[in-house]
């Protein structure tokens, strides 16, 4: 079945990625962006924009929406405060928006490492905003996937990733690669209700999905 899906921080370099991959395939991205200026990108393309923002309500950006990916984040160039107004409440508040609009799929960006108890890392109050975002999916009804990957860096893609319950910490991953999971996990049952950790690897996407184990 063709979704329309609201890709969440479709400006970021992980979100152009994957409006990018979703328009060559059989679903039909919509980009959330935050300014109206950034609308070019996605006329060139011609995939259409919704405007909204995390720290706001979402209700009217998800009007028409089958499917909702998350691939926003506050940067490491903001405070510890935007930290939890965008990866946790941000995301909470989407989880919640998500629910109330009877939309029924939700793929999180979320990060390896992501714990709602983080201690003693030097990012652990990211690690707990997204990990306690985590928690809160995994507590809905939504059918959610939540991909933690490494490090993410803007090698090219290979198609190849090691995927699984949890890798050893460490490690890094292309965008690409992030991307293309998200897009070929979108309407792939093995990844309803199931959390993952990935990294850069050997085996081809749709062949690591064969291994996930639902949470
Ligand atoms: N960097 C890493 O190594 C790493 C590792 C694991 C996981 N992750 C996670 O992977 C995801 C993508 O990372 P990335 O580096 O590709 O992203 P990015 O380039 O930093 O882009 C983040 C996007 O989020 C948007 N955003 C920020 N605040 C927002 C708000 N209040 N409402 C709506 N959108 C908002 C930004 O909008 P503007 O374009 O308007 O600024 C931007 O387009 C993030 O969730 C990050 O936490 C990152």
């Given amino acids: ?47 259409p924009v919704a405007v909204g923002d995390l720290e706001a309500p979402l209700d009217p950006v998800l009007e028409g929406m089958e499917a909702v990916i998350f691939a926003a984040g506050s940067g490491s160039k903001t405070g510890p405060e935007k930290t939890l107004a965008v990866d946790r409440d941000g995301a909470i508040r989407s989880i919640a928006a998500v629910e109330a609009a009877g939309i029924q799929r939700y793929i999180m960006l979320s990060a390896m490492r992501a714990d709602p108890r983080s201690e003693g890392h030097p990012i652990s109050h990211y690690l707990r905003a997204k990990g306690i975002a985590d928690e809160h999916l995994r507590r809905s009804d939504l059918a959610y996937t939540i991909v933690r990957p490494g490090r993410l860096t803007n090698e090219p893609g290979t198609g190849k990733v090691a995927l699984a319950s949890q890798l050893e910490p460490g490690g890094s991953v292309p965008r690409d690669d992030v991307a293309a999971v998200m897009a070929a996990g979108l309407d792939h049952p093995a990844t309803h209700r199931v959390s993952f950790d990935l990294l850069g690897g050997e085996t081809p996407i749709l062949d690591a999905f064969s291994g996930i184990a639902s949470d």
């Fill in 1 to 47: 079945m063709r979704m329309r899906v609201l890709v969440i921080g479709a400006n970021g370099l992980t979100g152009r990625l994957l409006v990018r991959k979703l328009k060559d395939g059989p679903h039909q991205p919509v980009a959330m962006i935050r300014d109206p200026d950034q609308q070019a990108t996605f006329d060139a393309m011609g995939v």
